[in-house]
């Protein structure tokens, strides 16, 4: 069993790591954090280019057919980065879908345009504060019209299509695809803790909406998908850890108090090796997230929940004692302590709360030792 990426997977990281270096600095971030824009375009269409966002995306739809290892270092290096780019969204939920359920014209026609960042496509399953159930779905999906609100929907604002949950003819939870430039769509951005990442409400009015996959199979669907979304997050969520980890030590090396680094208080040093136990922890349980991806072993809905359970629980922990080393400074506008702590916070309810992801590896592992 292999326990590392290979040499060709790091190098890949290491590429993806210098390409984000020269084109995602703390300016481009901060530009969309105090711009009006609510994305990078520029830096969606240069990772489009070097061929990160089709790196699972098999060859035949235009993508580089690498494989889920390679996303898996793509998003580490995204999430390390902070970058404000809808890479989660478009391709760890879109394309996830379409792949899963989509049938060969649908794929045909979106899964190129994703690859290539000439699309950008969301998830809309969420409808009010609170978790999210196959239950609490009312919008409705009868005779090809949708009907219904989404709230909070991730880039929706900036979507050109969304795979909606709603309530199929049969009662049961459907999918459908919905161009969110069409008729009966009407989306406007939400205030985010990060707006980096920004947030819609979209409210559907008889739209026209096209199936994806069987009518009433949509929650199974979504609960595979959200498995593999949750490794690919996890990921984002172990690169934005080490980044703050490496952040707060960096400064506490170089912040003299009383003639001496603060690094070598006592308070200090058992902060970061805090920080340190949490980020490894996290990274052990993505790896065995991202083995269970890449292989679609039986194993994989214990080992999603356990990385994101992990991995959010780190991603918190370290960018809040990211800021308590930085002490006063680390709450100022001007430092960048409180960018990993917003996408922290953020990616912290992405896919459903912390509390809900620890249900779900307590009921899925009570159901692997009753089986």
């Not at 959010?312 to 430092?335: K, P, S």
């Not at 990993?340 to 916070?345: I, P, W």
């Amino acid at each position: 069993m292999e326990f590392d990426f290979s040499p060709e997977q790091k190098q890949l990281k290491e590429q993806a790591r210098r390409f984000l270096a020269d084109r995602c600095d703390r300016t481009a971030v901060r530009a969309v954090l105090d711009g009006p824009q609510s994305y990078d375009a520029e830096l969606w269409k240069g990772l489009a280019g070097q061929g990160f966002l089709g790196a699972a995306i098999p060859e035949a739809y235009g993508g580089l057919g690498a494989g889920y290892l390679e996303a898996c270092v793509i998003a580490e290096e995204l999430g390390r980065a902070v970058a404000p780019v809808p890479y989660s969204s478009s391709i760890g939920l879109a394309a996830e879908l379409l792949l899963r359920a989509g049938t060969e014209e649908q794929k045909q026609r979106y899964l190129p345009g994703l690859a290539s960042g000439e699309l950008i496509g969301t998830l809309a399953l969420a409808e009010r504060a609170g978790r999210t159930t196959a239950d609490s779905i009312a919008t409705s999906l009868s005779g090809g019209k949708l009907s219904g609100t989404k709230l909070p929907v991730a880039d929706g604002d900036i979507a050109h299509f969304a795979v909606v949950a709603a309530r199929g003819q049969g009662g049961g939870v459907s999918l459908c695809i919905v161009d969110l430039a069409g008729v009966g769509v009407r989306r406007e951005a939400v205030p985010s803790v990060d707006p980096t990442r920004s947030q819609a409400r979209i409210e559907f009015d008889q739209a026209p909406a096209e199936a994806l996959g069987a009518d009433g199979a949509g929650w199974e669907i979504l609960d595979a998908v959200l498995d593999r979304a949750a490794v690919l997050m996890a990921f984002e969520q172990v690169g934005g850890s080490d980044r703050a980890l490496e952040t707060a030590r960096d400064y506490a090396l170089e912040r003299f108090a009383f003639g001496r680094p603060i690094g070598s208080l006592q308070a200090v040093k058992h902060m970061l090796a805090d920080m340190y136990v949490s980020a490894t922890l996290a990274r052990s349980n993505a790896y065995y997230g991202a083995w269970a991806l890449s292989t679609d072993a039986a194993e994989l809905p214990e080992a999603a929940a356990t990385a994101r359970v992990s991995a959010t629980q780190a991603y918190q922990h370290c960018a809040r004692n990211n800021i308590q080393v930085h002490g006063g400074m680390g709450f100022t506008w001007e430092f960048d302590c409180h960018l990993h702590y917003r996408r922290s916070n953020l990616l912290a309810l992405a896919l459903g709360s912390l509390s809900s992801w620890e249900d779900k590896l307590v009921e899925r592992l009570r159901a692997r030792r009753a089986a």
